[in-house]
């Protein structure tokens, strides 16, 4: 059974630093691409951050430059290194994982919703104050 467990949040000041990690329980027959979704206080969640199984990253526009996402697939680890954090990037931060592609990321992160990935974590809170 996949199970996807974020960790890390909390509430920073902006230009501060965070890193999410997530432990993820995925079968070792199967391939994923992961994904980091944001949900903003009153808006849909939304990618902004994925890895292929080898190692090929996407980013939201917004967050180039400021956050890096990372795999360990020995360890089964997921991570977000969000530096320069601003107050927009608020918001509650989940963990996706998909096999249908078996282990790409296919299509325009933001054009992503929830129906594109089939396993999802409980999230963690990221706040970003002014």
């Known amino acids: 059974q996949v199970q996807l467990v974020e960790s890390g949040g909390g509430s920073v000041q902006a230009g501060g630093s965070l890193r999410l990690s997530c432990a993820a329980s995925?079968?070792?027959?199967?391939?994923?691409?992961l994904a980091w979704f944001r949900q903003a206080p009153g808006k849909e969640r939304r990618a902004v951050a994925s890895?292929?199984?080898?190692?090929?990253?996407t980013y939201k526009d917004s967050v180039k430059g400021r956050f890096t996402i990372y795999r360990d697939n020995a360890k089964s680890t997921l991570s977000l290194q969000m530096d320069n954090l601003k107050p927009e990037d608020t918001g509650m931060y989940y963990c996706?994982?998909?096999?249908?592609?078996?282990?790409?990321?296919?299509?325009?992160?933001?054009?992503?919703?929830?129906?594109?990935?089939?396993?999802w974590g409980q999230g963690t809170q990221v706040t970003v104050s002014s």
């Open positions: 996706a994982a998909d096999d249908g592609g078996i282990g790409y990321c296919f299509g325009a992160l933001d054009l992503w919703d929830d129906s594109d990935f089939r396993y």
């Open positions: 890895i292929d199984i080898d190692g090929g990253t």
């Open positions: 995925l079968s070792t027959s199967r391939k994923y691409c």
